[in-house]
């Protein structure tokens, strides 16, 4: 079995997918497989990957369309690593990061899951924001940090950001398709809930907005699904032993959200 599995979930993903897969490729930790999951693509992404030759490289093609989070949870059932590591098709993964990961984890078994410092990128590659959450490597107790995350914002990044191991996926189960725009933020909390956390202070994985992305058009177009996604993620969260979310915690997070709602709304109108 392979020390990690790099999992790309990929939709009508024809213009960048081979850029994410050089990133993983070019890694200098090598003792990984590439599972690639098209789900019933429409633009020859399919046809793109299933001509690459690398031995590291699985590729398969879903009987039917199983949505985002379907498609994720997919994925890791059919994977084989000790670690897990997303990479979606239009994200980067940066020099090193899967061997600074793989070590992280390998140092600290406590720790569910992993992850870094990251910057998001437009649709030519120029980077637009750089997210640096702390100023040094450190290990977080994972119920406060799951807490502190609940009421401020999803501090971890996306699934191209983090690590995380496949004993503790086992445990918590897979990610929640009732979600449609927090599903990592809301599985990242529950693997926090069951572990410590690993923060590395560098930056390791480029997270694409465009006009293509997930994340743009669930933004612009779905405001009334964004709005029941949050009833229904706080609802989850509540749900889960050991976090304890109180009246105040709520209120944090709603002035929070407000805020980063602002923020969002210009950052999306300029790109």
């Not at 990984?32 to 046809?47: N, V």
């Not at 999803?154 to 599903?183: A, H, T």
């Not at 994340?215 to 029941?228: A, P, V, Y």
Request: with cysteine; aromatic share 12%.
């Amino acid at each position: 079995m392979p020390k990690v599995s790099v999992l790309m979930p990929c939709f009508n993903g024809a213009k960048y997918i081979l850029k994410a897969i050089d990133s993983v490729l070019s890694q200098s930790f090598r003792d990984f497989e590439l599972l690639i999951f098209d789900d019933q693509s429409t633009d020859g992404t399919f046809e793109i990957v299933s001509k690459l030759t690398d031995s590291r490289i699985k590729v398969f093609r879903n009987a039917s369309n199983l949505g985002l989070v379907g498609n994720w949870n997919n994925a890791i059932e059919k994977s084989s690593g000790e670690y897990i590591h997303f990479l979606f098709q239009d994200d980067i993964l940066l020099p090193g990061a899967l061997e600074s990961e793989v070590a992280a984890l390998d140092a600290n078994p406590k720790c569910s899951l992993c992850f870094s410092a990251s910057c998001v990128i437009d649709s030519n590659g120029a980077i637009t924001m750089k997210r640096r959450p702390f100023k040094r490597d450190m290990v977080l107790k994972g119920s406060d940090f799951a807490r502190k995350t609940f009421r401020t914002h999803n501090i971890y990044g996306e699934p191209s950001n983090v690590m995380f191991r496949r004993d503790c996926w086992q445990k918590v189960g897979p990610f929640n398709d009732s979600l449609c725009y927090s599903p990592d933020w809301e599985y990242w909390i529950r693997l926090s809930l069951n572990g410590d956390v690993c923060y590395l202070d560098s930056i390791y994985s480029y997270f694409r907005v465009c006009n293509e992305s997930t994340t743009n058009s669930l933004f612009k177009d779905k405001k009334e699904q964004l709005k029941r996604d949050e009833f229904d993620f706080v609802r989850a969260i509540c749900s889960l032993d050991g976090i304890n979310i109180s009246s105040v915690d709520l209120t944090a997070r709603k002035l929070s959200l407000s805020i980063r709602n602002i923020a969002k709304r210009i950052y999306f109108s300029v790109h």
